[in-house]
């Protein structure tokens, strides 16, 4: 029996959400699968994926073939590069401590990266934020000038009235 390790979408209409399932090659893709591994919602920036490591490695060493998509969510969260160092414990190029230290050493520089995605996109969102509150404020300052030139205007004119009026009384006089 061909096993794949695929994506099972759930979620509505637009806003997807997948499960991460070792699945009968043959199997429709939203059917019958053999074990769910993890979840992947792409909807969020990072996305939100959680992976049980341990079950995607044994898949894996059993001889399943992961879809290109599911492929690459084994990479990024490092079931692919477990797998590879396990082979390597297998055939003796590596002691088990050893494969442990290459992979934590790995799963740090890589929460690290995705730490400096959200700040920057923290930090991107804040300055976008300054920027809209920086032209709100100009468009307002702007309004206000344009209201007091019309009230000074007004003014003006209401005192060239009462000048003129005066005259005209003035002169009736």
Not at 136 to 158: L, P, V
């Amino acid at each position: 029996m061909p096993v794949k390790i695929r994506l099972q979408r759930h979620g509505k209409k637009g806003k997807p959400y997948y499960w991460i399932v070792a699945a009968d090659s043959r199997a429709k893709r939203d059917g019958k699968y053999l074990e769910k591994i993890g979840v992947y919602n792409p909807n969020v920036n990072p996305a939100h994926i959680e992976l049980d490591l341990d079950g995607a490695v044994t898949w894996l060493q059993n001889g399943a073939q992961p879809t290109d998509t599911a492929r690459a969510i084994l990479s990024y969260k490092g079931a692919l590069l477990k797998n590879h160092l396990a082979g390597g414990v297998r055939k003796g190029a590596l002691t088990e401590e050893e494969a442990e230290k290459k992979f934590n050493a790995w799963l740090e520089e890589k929460a690290e990266k995705v730490e400096n995605k959200r700040s920057k996109l923290s930090e991107a969102d804040e300055k976008a934020k300054a920027e809209a509150l920086a032209a709100e404020k100009a468009i307002s300052d702007a309004r206000m000038a344009e209201a007091k030139a019309a009230e000074e205007e007004a003014k003006a004119e209401a005192e060239a009235e009462a000048k003129a009026a005066e005259e005209a009384a003035k002169e009736e006089e």
